[in-house]
């Protein structure tokens, strides 16, 4: 085998250490790189006829099966992706070159029909991190790196932007965006679903949920057609209400980030909080993932899409998670 310092862009001196993944964006293949002396951080997406290195090109295709499907269409619909880390699409299942009427967004957008947040963010006046005596916190909700460290569904208040605090503030967490690799990646049975490129530590912020904010009136008459189907990707923000019933739903199913294409398991592997950040309002509150264990690379990223007891009026299907503990049912 040649050696590494063989293997070098075109366009400068930088050793090709690995490669990582691959991509044909409008006929341009394009292939992940990590670079030779430099961290994750530096990894950065390269044309392939500027790549002088041969050998390590073909050690990656033969230990890969290649891909079944033109995902251009794919990476068009990513390309409005603000996410830190440039998403990765595999397919080796089918010939799906990606979703039908889908726009990638990344915060959610409000229905006319419902209001903005107008609970007042009282500010605090910090002039440190936040990690003691801010008036934001009703407690800790984060470790020293950022990961959550209170139970599930425990609402979490960060910092706002009238806040006097920096960004290194230790509440500011969800709203600074998730640093995870995603690939979305085609399975024989789920469809799309998530695949961490990386590990993730327990308690790192994976994804938000976005999409359209909706009020519960119209999520019903939407949901009554998709849930027939087994497609609604509708969440009621009912975490934060005093009642049974939520005020507003978020629907994924046209609009949405990353988590639009996160699947069921009975055993997942992401727990749900509600978050705050402009403001207190307990009815328009955030939906944020985080790691419920320990992640490991190539593991799908999953969570319960029925975790309390059924509604015997709601639609059920098969569950194809394959998690030991499979209820092999799936209620929507």
Not at 187 to 207: D, E, M, N, S, Y
């Given at each position: 085998?040649?050696?590494?310092?063989?293997?070098?862009?075109?366009?400068?001196?930088?050793?090709?250490?690995?490669?990582?993944?691959?991509?044909?964006?409008?006929?341009?293949?394009?292939?992940?790189?990590?670079?030779?002396?430099?961290?994750?951080?530096?990894?950065?997406?390269?044309?392939?006829?500027?790549?002088?290195?041969?050998?390590?090109?073909?050690?990656?295709?033969?230990?890969?099966?290649?891909?079944?499907?033109?995902?251009?269409?794919?990476?068009?619909?990513?390309?409005?992706?603000?996410?830190?880390?440039?998403?990765?699409?595999?397919?080796?299942?089918?010939?799906?070159?990606?979703?039908?009427?889908?726009?990638?967004?990344?915060?959610?957008?409000?229905?006319?029909?419902?209001?903005?947040?107008?609970?007042?963010?009282?500010?605090?006046?910090?002039?440190?991190?936040?990690?003691?005596?801010?008036?934001?916190?009703?407690?800790?909700?984060?470790?020293?790196?950022?990961?959550?460290?209170?139970?599930?569904?425990?609402?979490?208040?960060?910092?706002?932007?009238?806040?006097?605090?920096?960004?290194?503030?230790?509440?500011?967490?969800?709203?600074?965006?998730?640093?995870?690799?995603?690939?979305?990646?085609?399975?024989?049975?789920?469809?799309?679903?998530?695949?961490?490129?990386?590990?993730?530590p327990r308690g790192t912020f994976v994804a938000e949920y976005v999409g359209e904010l909706i009020t519960f009136e119209e999520a019903e008459q939407r949901g009554?057609?998709?849930?027939?189907?087994?497609?609604?990707?509708?969440?009621?923000?009912?975490?934060?209400?005093?009642?049974?019933?939520?005020?507003?739903?978020?629907?994924?199913?046209?609009?949405?980030?990353?988590?639009?294409?996160?699947?069921?398991?009975?055993?997942?592997?992401?727990?749900?909080?509600?978050?705050?950040?402009?403001?207190?309002?307990?009815?328009?509150?955030?939906?944020?993932?985080?790691?419920?264990?320990?992640?490991?690379?190539?593991?799908?990223?999953?969570?319960?899409?029925?975790?309390?007891?059924?509604?015997?009026?709601?639609?059920?299907?098969?569950?194809?998670?394959?998690?030991?503990?499979?209820?092999?049912?799936?209620?929507?």
């Amino acid at each position: 085998m040649p050696s590494k310092r063989r293997a070098r862009s075109s366009s400068g001196h930088y050793v090709v250490e690995a490669i990582l993944a691959d991509a044909t964006v409008d006929g341009v293949r394009m292939y992940e790189i990590k670079w030779e002396g430099f961290s994750d951080e530096h990894n950065s997406w390269v044309a392939e006829q500027s790549l002088q290195c041969p050998d390590l090109l073909a050690a990656y295709h033969a230990a890969r099966r290649p891909n079944c499907a033109d995902l251009s269409p794919f990476y068009r619909i990513l390309r409005d992706a603000r996410d830190y880390h440039p998403i990765v699409v595999t397919n080796t299942v089918d010939d799906c070159g990606g979703p039908d009427d889908f726009t990638y967004i990344n915060e959610s957008t409000f229905a006319e029909d419902v209001p903005r947040p107008c609970t007042p963010l009282h500010a605090c006046s910090c002039t440190n991190d936040c990690s003691t005596g801010c008036s934001c916190m009703r407690q800790r909700c984060y470790d020293e790196h950022g990961r959550v460290c209170v139970p599930e569904k425990t609402a979490l208040l960060e910092c706002g932007p009238r806040c006097a605090c920096d960004a290194q503030c230790q509440t500011r967490v969800v709203q600074h965006g998730s640093r995870v690799k995603f690939e979305i990646r085609r399975f024989p049975l789920k469809g799309w679903g998530v695949v961490a490129r990386a590990p993730i530590p327990r308690g790192t912020f994976v994804a938000e949920y976005v999409g359209e904010l909706i009020t519960f009136e119209e999520a019903e008459q939407r949901g009554a057609a998709d849930s027939a189907r087994g497609l609604t990707y509708l969440f009621d923000l009912d975490m934060g209400c005093a009642g049974d019933l939520a005020d507003f739903t978020i629907d994924a199913k046209r609009y949405g980030n990353i988590a639009h294409f996160f699947n069921h398991s009975c055993a997942p592997n992401m727990q749900l909080y509600p978050a705050y950040v402009e403001h207190r309002d307990p009815r328009l509150h955030r939906l944020a993932f985080f790691a419920a264990r320990d992640i490991a690379a190539g593991e799908e990223l999953t969570f319960d899409y029925s975790p309390s007891c059924p509604d015997s009026s709601g639609a059920m299907f098969a569950c194809a998670c394959g998690a030991a503990e499979c209820r092999k049912q799936i209620f929507m």
